[in-house]
């Protein structure tokens, strides 16, 4: 295919080209069935078999142990903003979280709609430019969980190392990289995850969780906002997104052909340390957001000398078929989302254009 652009985009973002074709070849007629995909019962054999598959799939690429289930839910990980503590925060308790970023305070401000929040640990000080060290972490061992964002997808922080939560439940927002690297499951309580950034399209939002956490809250919550709804039903309580999760199937079969998580996490780092190095070695031209030790393999955030000069880095690079270069209009800057379907190819091409603007306006 010819015309394909060089794409960061921050989500919905690049999906496999052979994904995209395969879902063309079997958009409208899905095994010798007579119809789409989309026009069929999502309680029928067919669409069971999808489902099913892409659950199993998770589990083996992810590495989720038994005694976890995985749901497909809708509403975007903003609605499990609310959705975890509804479910988990019971009223007198208190949630931690580590405020690193944009998204981190989005899941705060939501979570106290429902009760007490602590803040077990904030780089606001910093501008969001790094992820707090596990020893600076300090919440109460009563608390209902502690949440952390494991990448901040407009800052372009990630974290490396997990904590060790003991009793206290570890809840992790993994929507911009979830996948991108194998990780311990059993370390957490919960987690969820978008799925438009490394598992498909948008419309269906992943949340692995512990059995012992499934149970009715405590205080009314609707039918729909209840995890024990979902479980119980293995997310067929309602209609599912049919089509997004079929997507996200052929997406994790095109991981397991690639290396699985292991295999995500080599090409991710080949990927970022291109990135970096040249940005590290342009004499400051560019400038890393983030801390080295804090930087994300998934978004790559950058300064240059002036608002002007990255405003004609993103017009100029839109130009030449680089699209969603432009940073989150939050922060401003630049930022490329280098997901797990991005290809290398797109980042040597990025980095020869990002050379090219250097000699022209260094
Ligand atoms: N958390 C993180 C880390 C995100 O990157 C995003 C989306 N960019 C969200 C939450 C919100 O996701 P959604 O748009 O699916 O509600």
């Not at 060790?164 to 927002?173: F, R």
């Not at 309602?238 to 089509?243: K, L, S």
């Amino acid at each position: 295919m010819a015309n394909r652009a060089y794409n960061f985009n921050a989500g919905p973002a690049a999906l496999p080209l052979e994904v995209l074709q395969q879902a063309q070849e079997q958009f409208v007629e899905f095994e010798n069935s007579g119809m789409s995909l989309m026009e069929m019962s999502h309680r029928g054999a067919i669409y069971e078999k999808v489902h099913y598959e892409a659950d199993n799939l998770l589990r083996e690429l992810i590495g989720i142990p038994s005694g976890y289930k995985v749901l497909f839910i809708q509403g975007g990980a903003s609605t499990q903003f609310a959705m975890v503590p509804m479910n988990l925060l019971r009223p007198g308790t208190t949630a931690s979280f580590v405020a690193t970023g944009s998204w981190a305070t989005k899941a705060i401000q939501e979570a106290k709609l429902f009760g007490d929040v602590s803040i077990a640990a904030s780089s606001e000080a910093d501008k969001y430019n790094r992820i707090p060290s596990i020893s600076e972490l300090n919440y109460a061992s009563d608390v209902a969980y502690l949440h952390l964002t494991s990448n901040e997808t407009i800052e372009g922080t990630q974290w490396s190392e997990f904590p060790d939560t003991g009793n206290v439940t570890l809840v992790g927002d993994m929507s911009s990289d979830i996948l991108c690297r194998p990780i311990d499951v059993s370390k957490f309580g919960l987690i969820y995850a978008g799925a438009q950034k490394n598992l498909g399209p948008s419309g269906v939002t992943i949340v692995i969780i512990r059995e012992d956490l499934i149970v009715e809250p405590s205080t009314p919550v609707p039918t729909m906002m209840r995890y024990t709804t979902h479980a119980k039903a293995d997310s067929l309580y309602n209609t599912p997104p049919t089509f997004a999760i079929y997507m996200m199937n052929e997406v994790l079969k095109w991981v397991k052909a690639n290396g699985g998580a292991a295999g995500m996490e080599t090409r991710n780092r080949e990927k970022a340390s291109l990135l970096y190095d040249f940005i590290d070695n342009s004499n400051g031209f560019y400038r890393g957001f983030a801390q080295p030790g804090s930087r994300s393999l998934m978004n790559a955030t950058f300064r240059l000398g002036s608002e002007d000069l990255e405003k004609q880095f993103a017009k100029e690079s839109e130009a030449q078929g680089f699209s969603g270069l432009k940073g989150h209009r939050s922060v401003g800057g630049l930022r490329a989302s280098i997901y797990n379907a991005v290809p290398v190819e797109s980042i040597r091409a990025l980095v020869s254009f990002m050379r090219d603007f250097q000699s022209r306006n260094g």
